[in-house]
């Protein structure tokens, strides 16, 4: 089973930053994908950032904004994000996909989400 721990969240006015960070453990052997989704009552679950290899992706709204960046060699990843607008307001998930232990197939997991709330 892999694990996947977020950390980061919480309550920030309209302007401000926050910093999301997301750790991968357990039955997986190397990371091969890494990312940040969120969902709110009113959208879909939508990809927000990502990390693929050397592929970076974020989404339009975002960019300029937001930046991930894996954290060293482990199996984590950093989301920080500045310049805070209520529409960031949602669930942020954390998704992470690799090779299982044996590299005889993929391995894929979703964190159990943690809230942003963007809000004066």
């Known amino acids: 089973q892999v694990h996947v721990v977020e950390s980061g969240g919480g309550l920030v006015q309209p302007g401000g930053s926050l910093r999301l960070s997301c750790a991968a453990s357990g039955s997986i052997l190397s990371v091969n994908a890494m990312g940040w989704y969120r969902q709110s009552p009113v959208k879909q679950r939508e990809l927000v950032a990502r990390?693929?290899?050397?592929?970076?992706d974020y989404a339009d709204s975002v960019k300029g904004r937001f930046t991930i960046s894996r954290d060293g060699n482990k199996n984590a990843v950093v989301l920080q994000m500045n310049n805070l607008e209520p529409d960031d307001t949602a669930v942020y998930y954390c998704h992470v996909r690799g090779r299982n232990l044996r590299n005889t197939g993929s391995v894929e997991s979703w964190g159990r989400g943690t809230q942003v709330t963007v809000s004066s």
């Open positions: 990390i693929d290899g050397f592929i970076i």
